[in-house]
């Protein structure tokens, strides 16, 4: 399978130079799929190369590095918008490794922007950034209405100019989800990456990573997620990351992310029957970078969906988002 070469290789990129046509094909395909064709690019940089790769992955780095270039522009126009409420802004995911100059960051495609600030203060920083250029993506009543009761965050915006989207969070888990992570301490504890703009602590980081993929999503792009976990893991003590994660109710999220970490990215380690599951799910992809186990993928879609809300709530919002035309992709 394509995706547990790209694990390999990314493991120990010197396989790289024993592979043959069709598992380079398979092996990029994989990468783009998983949009982790730049960090491929990084790994392998000085190992022998086919010719006809090195400008794909070439190409991939300096993507890579233009999006890290433009969310951290973005990151500092939200940053100067939100100055004058004095709202602590934490930016979180790819726009934050890339901001402390985490090894995470090295050759990741970075998206929207994602912050973090204090619940109370939704209200001045939703004003705020719509008086500097940011707009809703779609108006549509039920969406707007169940993100402000059940959500972490705000509704989608984008900026009228720039094309760049921004979600704003006040908590890293949906208010429905089992575990109820300490907002609070998020923010408190938050260290400064520039002008008007913080991170997570190292032990946040990887808590909130695990979060995002173990307890709130259906691991598409679980692979990246994982590759983040492996790298800020570097970063932090295990102890204090145990206690941290004691304190946010997610210990037991981030001892399958390092467990699944080593064994994928480190090398080995034990697993449990639920992990391999997990890690069944990631590979599930063919020598194409398809996805396959359509039945796997579809039941983590539902399972990302019944982790967020309670059964009777859950059936009422996928009855209302399939008659909307919502379908699971």
């Not at 970075?110 to 500097?132: H, N, S, T």
């Not at 938050?190 to 695990?210: C, K, M």
Request: net charge positive.
């Amino acid at each position: 399978m394509s995706a547990a070469l790209l694990v390999r290789v990314l493991r120990n990129p010197a396989a790289a130079e024993h592979l043959d046509a069709a598992q380079w094909n398979g092996l990029i395909a994989a990468a783009k799929a998983e949009r982790l064709i730049a960090t491929l690019a990084w790994r392998v940089e000085g190992v022998r190369l086919p010719e006809t790769v090195q400008p794909i992955l070439r190409d991939a780095r300096m993507d890579a590095a233009r999006e890290a270039r433009q969310a951290l522009w973005e990151a500092d126009r939200a940053a100067a918008a939100l100055a004058p409420i004095g709202v602590r802004m934490v930016v979180l995911k790819g726009t934050a490794y890339a901001a402390a100059g985490l090894s995470a960051g090295q050759g990741r495609f970075i998206g929207d922007l994602d912050i973090l600030v204090p619940r109370p203060a939704m209200g001045q920083v939703e004003r705020a950034l719509m008086a500097a250029g940011w707009e809703w993506v779609k108006e549509d009543a039920y969406d707007d209405a169940y993100y402000r009761q059940w959500m972490h965050e705000l509704p989608p915006m984008i900026h009228v100019e720039r094309d760049r989207m921004i979600d704003v969070h006040h908590t890293i888990l949906p208010l429905t989800a089992r575990p109820k992570p300490d907002a609070d301490a998020l923010l408190a504890d938050a260290v400064p990456a520039g002008e008007n703009v913080w991170t997570l602590s190292p032990e946040d980081r990887v808590i909130h990573a695990a979060a995002h993929m173990l307890a709130d999503g259906d691991l598409q792009g679980g692979l990246r997620n994982l590759w983040d976990i492996h790298c800020l893991l570097e970063d932090v003590d295990p102890v204090a990351l145990d206690r941290r994660a004691v304190r946010h109710g997610l210990r037991r999220h981030v001892a399958q992310a390092q467990r699944l970490a080593g064994a994928l990215y480190g090398g080995g380690g034990a697993l449990t029957p639920w992990d391999r599951i997990v890690r069944a799910r990631l590979l599930a992809r063919d020598g194409w970078g398809r996805e396959t186990r359509k039945l796997l993928v579809f039941a983590f879609y539902l399972r990302s969906h019944w982790l967020r809300m309670p059964p009777l709530m859950l059936a009422r919002h996928l009855w209302t988002k399939w008659r909307k035309g919502h379908r699971p992709r």
